[in-house]
């Protein structure tokens, strides 16, 4: 079942005010135990593992940290494609936030919010944290937030941004309604890279295989099915890296089940049928958003193709993905447009 983390009116409006020391323990992040310290360097408390996934989903240029806490003795259901089936207890987490300098990360960044995604008996509830201004603690908020940022670019430049934190309706429209509400990012395909715990670069599966985390063992390295970086040219084909980015940006509302199933175009990555991929697909939902082109996906020629249209449209009614981010990811388009370039035989009919 799903279940949007609630509160009572009251805590509603002393959740508004962050640093009110009146506020219930359980209502503020520091008392879930995740992190050392007040949590503003996001260093995991023993027993939180920290993961990266190989293909992100583009967040406005947030940075993000993620991590797994499992109960005591706990194990993950190990599955070389499908998701993994987690223990009752289990709580994934991811927080926002922008550097304060994207040329000198030293210098720390302004935390945004938590996400924690906790598998109850009853299925998994959403939970969202908001930190403060102080960066001391984070707040659990239902209604979402706007946040004022400011940050220095990797080119020196002075961005700024309205942040959203979305309300915990949002979270499922991205994790699936209908009672089935699920984690994203961790499963193998997403996972099958490494990570520097302090010893160095290690793969996450071996190491949370040693951990004793799996049940039963990952396939040995050589014959895992991973995705690829879309951000790196040497990780593999521009296809392989376009499917990547898809399957991390768009597959969680364009797949069955999901928000976007009814346009049927469907974007995993093991979906192999043209069509449904977009190539010379008439939109189901045309109207506004086909920007006078007719086919989501034209080979050979990214600009008539839709899929491109919407993608670097920041019309709320017109951009994709839906929401809740503002910003069109420049180099995700880049991808995607070479991508369509380079397909043949170009043209439709
Ligand atoms: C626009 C779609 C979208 C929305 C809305 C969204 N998420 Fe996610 N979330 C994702 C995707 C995709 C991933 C995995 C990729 C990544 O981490 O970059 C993810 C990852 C996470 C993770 C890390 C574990 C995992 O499933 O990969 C947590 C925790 C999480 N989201 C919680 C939330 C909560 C709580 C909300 C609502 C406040 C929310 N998310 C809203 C798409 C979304
Ligand atoms: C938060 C959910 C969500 C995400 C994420 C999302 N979409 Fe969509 N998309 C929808 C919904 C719902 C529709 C149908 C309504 C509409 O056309 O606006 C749609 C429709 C479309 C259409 C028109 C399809 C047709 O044939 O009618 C295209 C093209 C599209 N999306 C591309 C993308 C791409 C590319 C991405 C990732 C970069 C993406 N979407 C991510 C929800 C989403």
């Excluded at 640093?19 to 323990?25: E, F």
């Excluded at 940290?65 to 993950?76: E, S, T």
């Excluded at 707040?139 to 941004?161: C, F, H, M, Y």
């Excluded at 977009?278 to 086909?290: K, L, T, W």
Aim: aromatic share 6%; charged share 20%; with cysteine.
């Amino acid at each position: 079942m799903v279940r949007p983390g609630h509160l009572p009116l009251l805590a509603l409006a002393l959740a508004a005010c962050s640093d009110d020391p009146s506020l219930p323990a359980d209502e503020l992040l520091s008392a879930q135990g995740l992190f050392l310290g007040d949590g503003h360097t996001q260093e995991p408390a023993p027993g939180v593992v920290p993961f990266d996934v190989i293909s992100p989903l583009f967040s406005d240029h947030t940075a993000k940290h993620r991590f797994l806490a499992m109960p005591d003795g706990a194990q993950i259901g190990y599955a070389p494609r499908d998701s993994w089936s987690f223990p009752v207890g289990t709580r994934l987490v991811k927080t926002f936030g922008y550097p304060l300098d994207a040329r000198a990360p030293s210098l720390g960044e302004r935390l945004l919010e938590t996400r924690i995604l906790r598998l109850d008996a009853d299925g998994w509830s959403v939970h969202t944290y908001a930190w403060n201004d102080t960066q001391t603690d984070a707040v659990l908020t239902v209604a979402g937030k706007r946040v004022p940022v400011e940050w220095i670019d990797e080119n020196g430049a002075l961005q700024s941004i309205d942040y959203r934190l979305p309300n915990t309706n949002q979270c499922l429209a991205c994790h699936g309604e209908r009672g089935a509400t699920a984690p994203l990012g961790p499963r193998t395909r997403q996972l099958d890279r490494d990570h520097d715990y302090g010893d160095g670069p290690v793969n996450q599966l071996d190491h949370l295989a040693a951990l004793g985390l799996f049940t039963s063992a990952p396939d040995a390295a050589g014959e895992r099915e991973h995705l690829v970086d879309p951000a790196a040219p040497a990780a593999g084909s521009v296809e392989l890296r376009a499917r990547s980015y898809l399957e991390a940006n768009c597959a969680h509302c364009h797949r069955a089940g999901a928000p976007a199933e009814s346009s049927g175009l469907i974007l995993g990555w093991e979906e192999q049928e043209p069509v449904n991929l977009g190539v010379c697909r008439r939109p189901f939902s045309a109207g506004n958003g086909a920007g006078g082109r007719t086919y989501d996906l034209v080979p050979g020629e990214p600009d008539a193709s839709i899929i491109v249209y919407r993608m670097e449209s920041t019309a709320p009614d017109i951009k994709m993905p839906e929401m809740p981010t503002q910003l069109a990811d420049a180099r995700g388009v880049a991808l995607i447009r070479e991508w369509i370039a380079g397909m043949t035989p170009p043209g439709c009919e």
